[in-house]
């Protein structure tokens, strides 16, 4: 499957109307052609087949630099698979996607990918890291939705709490963050926590909702059981040598 094909595939399932509202809806100046997500979804699925890794990074990237909404979306989708073997390149395209993020879908498209390649690879959380620290609010909102696996574990092992601790130090910096995606982020990967570990996200309000945005925290705090309570949660990861961001 080469990339010109691949476009060539997805524009013969264009709908000029959709593609209008689509524009409009998600702002961001660059060509749609009005597919479906379950569209897209299968188009990917049937070039997956056959295709070996290095094949399927390739079009991914090529995908990807074409700047088409529904290419971008494909992209992700191509690399979106838990279990990839010897998978460094796949982990370093999407990481290389994170900076040119301009909107919520390509953004969350590119993460599920992502998600499954940290899972396979936490060392990698410290290149999550860095991105905290990045002017770009996209990148920066990225390391949230990009480690939402850590807020899903019902028994999770010590590594995978020094994960979710390392994440809501990110958090607790983010809550002084006015941009509406910041904000939205830590809402959303604190409500996703809450349905697992109440008691670490009552904590965190409790020392920090004064801080967050209305919205966000009515949204953190929507699924916490009634009679919640702020307990003291303890640490997880030593206090020196960790990263801070």
Known sequence: MTPDDALAQLRALS?????????????APREYLGLTTPQITDLAQSWREGMDVPARVALADALWQSDIFEAKIAAAKLLTQARIKQDAAVWALIASWVPTFDSWAIADAAAIAGQKRLVADPSRIDTVAEWTKSPHHWTRRAAMV???????????????LAVRQRVLEWAAAYVHDPEWFIQKSVAWWLRELSKHDPDRVSYFLTNHARHMKPFARREASKLLPKDATAVPVKRTEPDSGAEQA
């Open 146 to 160: 990009f480690t939402l696996p850590w807020t899903k574990q019902n028994h999770p092992k010590p590594e995978d």
């Open 15 to 27: 709908d000029p109307d959709r593609a209008a509202g689509m524009a409009d809806y998600h702002k």
